[in-house]
Nanobody, 121 residues
Framework: QVQLVESGGGLVQPGGSLRLSCAAS????????IGWFRQAPGKEREGIGC????????KYADAVKGRFTISKDGAKNTVDLQMNSLKPEDTAVYYC??????????????WGQGTQVTVSS
């Protein structure tokens, strides 16, 4: 059974930092990518960054570029999201997504349960 366990959300003041972690386990096949998404109240879920497990070059959405950093531990199948210079508009539920390749030409996507990040003074 695939599990994505997120941790690290909470309340932080504007300008502060938080670090989220996503641990993937129980999947069959190769873990290909882990991405981070967020969904603010009344808005659609948006992608904010992702990384291929085989690579060390994350990609970021413009809204977080220069403030957020994605890092991975391939041996542990964990990906962290370091969030600096947080703004009130970063308030959202943050989700991690894992892309798993169970076989040639196949891909399954899995979602974590989400963790709340609130940026407020």
């Amino acid at each position: 059974q695939v599990q994505l366990v997120e941790s690290g959300g909470g309340l932080v003041q504007p300008g502060g930092s938080l670090r989220l972690s996503c641990a993937a386990s129980g999947f069959i096949g190769d873990l290909d990518t882990i991405g981070w998404f967020r969904q603010a109240p009344g808005k659609e879920r948006e992608g904010i960054g992702c990384i291929k497990i085989s690579s060390s070059s994350p990609k970021y959405a413009d809204a977080v570029k220069g403030r957020f950093t994605i890092s991975k531990d391939g041996a542990k199948n964990t990906v962290d999201l370091q969030m600096n210079s947080l703004k009130p508009e970063d308030t959202a539920v943050y989700y991690c997504n894992a892309g798993v390749v169970p076989g040639p030409g196949l891909r399954n996507d899995y979602w974590g349960q989400g963790t709340q990040v609130t940026v407020s003074s």
